[in-house]
C-alpha cells in the first residue's frame, strides 16, 4: 500500500476535475482509487470492473477532506480482494459517511479561517515587502499567501491518505479524536491578528501609493474582512464597492 501512497495522492488533486451534479465527485474519485483497484484486483477482470463501478457512485467532501476516504476505500478494497466479502460494502459506506462528517470541519478550517488567514498575510508580505525595496512586492505577497495556504492543505491530503491506507476502518476513530477545533479557533485567532496587522501596515502606505486617503482603504479592508461571511464572499464586496464608486464618481465625488 505503501508504494500507491504517492500515485493515489497526485491522482486525489485532481478529484474535482470530473465534477457534475449528477456523480458529484463520483468520476475524479473512481480515477484517483484506480491505481489501488488495480493492483488489488490484479489477474481478476471482474473483481476490477465491479470495483470500479462501485467507485462511479456519487461522492461530494471537502476537496482537502476527501483523500482520508480515499485511502480508507483504497484499504478496504485490498480486504475484499483478499476474500472479505463485507469489505467493499464496508468501505463504501464509510467512503460517503466519512466525505460528509469531515467536510463541516474542513469547511471551517479552510474556508473559514485558513483563506482569510492567507489572503491577510498576502496583503501584509506584500506591504513588507514594497517598504524593504523589493522589486517584486506583489509576486512576494504572493508566495507569502499560497505558501500559507497550500502546505496545510497539502499536508492534509497527503497525512490522511496515509492514515487511510494504514488504518483502514480504524482511521475514522483516529479523525474523530483530532483537536480540529482547537486548530479552526487558533486560525480564527491568527487571520484576525494578520487583518489588524496588514490595516496598520496600509495605514502606513504613502497616501500617492493608495490613491484614495488612508483612512478609507483601511476602513474597506477591514469591512470586507468582517463582513466576507454575511455578505455572500470577497466577489460580491468587491462587486458592490465597485458599484458605490461609480456612483459616488457621478455624484461628483474625488478623494
Request: aromatic share 8%.
Amino acid at each position: 500500500m505503501s508504494s500507491l501512497r504517492p500515485r493515489l495522492f497526485l491522482r486525489s488533486l485532481l478529484l474535482q476535475a470530473g465534477f457534475c451534479d449528477e456523480r458529484r465527485q463520483g468520476l475524479g474519485f473512481a480515477w484517483a482509487i484506480d491505481p489501488a483497484l488495480q493492483a488489488a484486483y490484479a489477474g481478476d477482470a471482474a473483481g476490477l470492473r465491479a470495483a470500479r463501478l462501485r467507485h462511479l457512485a456519487p461522492f461530494n467532501a471537502q476537496p482537502y477532506a476527501a483523500a482520508l476516504p480515499l485511502g480508507v476505500a483504497a484499504a478496504l478494497e485490498a480486504r475484499a480482494a483478499g476474500g472479505d466479502a463485507a469489505a467493499a460494502a464496508r468501505g463504501g459506506a464509510l467512503k460517503s459517511s466519512l466525505g460528509a462528517a469531515l467536510s463541516g470541519a474542513a469547511d471551517a478550517f479552510f474556508w473559514g479561517s485558513l483563506r482569510p488567514l492567507a489572503a491577510a498575510s498576502a496583503l501584509l508580505g506584500g506591504i513588507v515587502a514594497y517598504r524593504l525595496d523589493s522589486p517584486r512586492p506583489f509576486v512576494c505577497g504572493a508566495v507569502v499567501g499560497l505558501a500559507l495556504f497550500n502546505a496545510p492543505a497539502l499536508w492534509t491530503r497527503w497525512a490522511g491518505l496515509g492514515l487511510g491506507l494504514r488504518e483502514g476502518e480504524g482511521a475514522a476513530l483516529s479523525a474523530c479524536a483530532l483537536p480540529a477545533q482547537k486548530w479552526i479557533r487558533a486560525a480564527r485567532v491568527a487571520a484576525l491578528a494578520a487583518v489588524v496587522a496588514a490595516a496598520a501596515a496600509a495605514l502606513a502606505l504613502p497616501r500617492e501609493l493608495l490613491g484614495m486617503p488612508r483612512a478609507i482603504a483601511a476602513l474597506a479592508f477591514a469591512a470586507g474582512a468582517c463582513l466576507g461571511k454575511w455578505t455572500g464572499g470577497p466577489l460580491r464586496l468587491v462587486a458592490a464597492a465597485g458599484v458605490a464608486g461609480a456612483a459616488a464618481a457621478a455624484w461628483g465625488w474625488a478623494p
